[in-house]
């Protein structure tokens, strides 16, 4: 039996044509859309001619450059000029193409990775694109899902595909039980402070461990969301009982027999016990405290019982300038 990780199996099962080149195109279930990335992918979709090729798979909502406060007024509210053109042409393009689209004032309304999963439009899986950095964010549903450019929305837009090629399978694993007041945030803080925040250019990663397992659904989005700044191309938790039972029952989630049959391939949505990392890092979640960013970077980062590293102690210079510019920025040299 060919022993996968999670990564290997959602990679595999989407893959449409494999290249010589070491790149695939691959199939896109979900592509999440909102105003800031979209209005040129459209324009390039209306000079060509072309209709979106499944608009079922589509959800967009404008959530960059919507008012916080007072929403009385509508689009017509908002001050700036680009900002209020950018939700106007997101209302006139999802008019125009036959797209589902949860505008201003809708109730169900909100970051664009946060109302997949509320929705039940993010589900174990899929792939998942969007025009963010951060749509790692629903890797936590055992799921595919990375940000792209507007070009790329514009491509998936027309063929529901997009040439990739395949990043190495990278595991963090934190075992054991986080102590009190240790967050989601903290966890990835620590992982970051581990790794750098290019520790994880050219891997996806898996994060596993019993303390991983021990967060909350919204947790696991929070760690997956940072995988980006670790510099990772993707972060993912395996499907388990608690993503099960937070999707069951969301508007876009399968029902009857359909859930049923969803659920039972859900549950093999994991890596295989013998699947093999192109490398692995292990945290033990009793050493990890409440973390403090002191810096510019997100690896710049201590413990709240810790000290801020003193940059005289570093031997890399470029290092070590980068660390008196963060401190001189942050007023703490």
Not at 171 to 187: S, Y
Not at 220 to 240: F, K, L, S, W, Y
Not at 252 to 263: D, K, M, N
Request: with cysteine; glycine share 10%; hydrophobic share 40%.
């Amino acid at each position: 039996m060919n022993v996968k990780t999670l990564y290997d199996k959602l990679w595999d099962a989407h893959v449409v044509r494999q290249g010589e080149d070491g790149t695939a195109l691959i199939y896109i279930d979900r592509h999440l859309v909102h105003e800031v990335t979209s209005p040129q992918a459209f324009e390039g979709l209306r000079l060509a001619g072309r209709q979106p090729w499944r608009t079922d798979s589509v959800l967009a909502v404008p959530d960059h450059n919507v008012p916080t406060t007072d929403r009385s007024s509508g689009v017509a509210g908002i001050d700036d000029a680009v900002s209020r053109l950018q939700v106007e042409t997101l209302d006139q393009n999802c008019e125009q193409f036959g797209i589902t689209k949860f505008d201003m004032n809708d109730v169900r309304q909100g970051i664009v990775h946060v109302i997949g999963p509320e929705q039940g439009a993010t589900l174990p899986g899929m792939t998942v694109v969007c025009g963010d950095s951060h749509t790692s964010t629903h890797g936590a549903f055992g799921a595919l899902a990375f940000g792209i450019g507007t070009s790329e929305v514009e491509h998936v837009l027309a063929t529901q595909c997009l040439i990739q090629k395949k990043s190495k399978n990278m595991q963090v694993r934190v075992e054991g039980e986080l102590g009190a007041g240790v967050t989601a945030k903290d966890v990835v803080l620590a992982i970051i402070g581990e790794i750098g925040t290019a520790g994880g250019t050219g891997y996806a990663i898996e994060f596993a461990g019993s303390a991983i397992e021990s967060l909350s659904v919204e947790g696991r989005m929070t760690v997956c969301n940072m995988a980006i700044e670790a510099g990772a191309r993707a972060g993912m938790v395996a499907v388990d009982q608690a993503t099960i039972d937070y999707v069951e029952g969301r508007p876009f989630a399968p029902q009857g027999e359909q859930w049923s049959q969803a659920v039972a391939a859900w549950r093999d949505l994991h890596s295989d016990a013998d699947a093999q990392f192109d490398r692995v890092v292990s945290l033990k979640a009793e050493v990890i405290q409440p973390q403090l960013t002191w810096g510019t970077s997100p690896e710049m980062v201590v413990a709240i019982n810790a000290k801020v590293p003193d940059p005289e102690q570093i031997d890399d210079t470029v290092k070590q300038n980068g660390m008196r510019k963060a401190l001189a920025y942050m007023a703490l040299e």
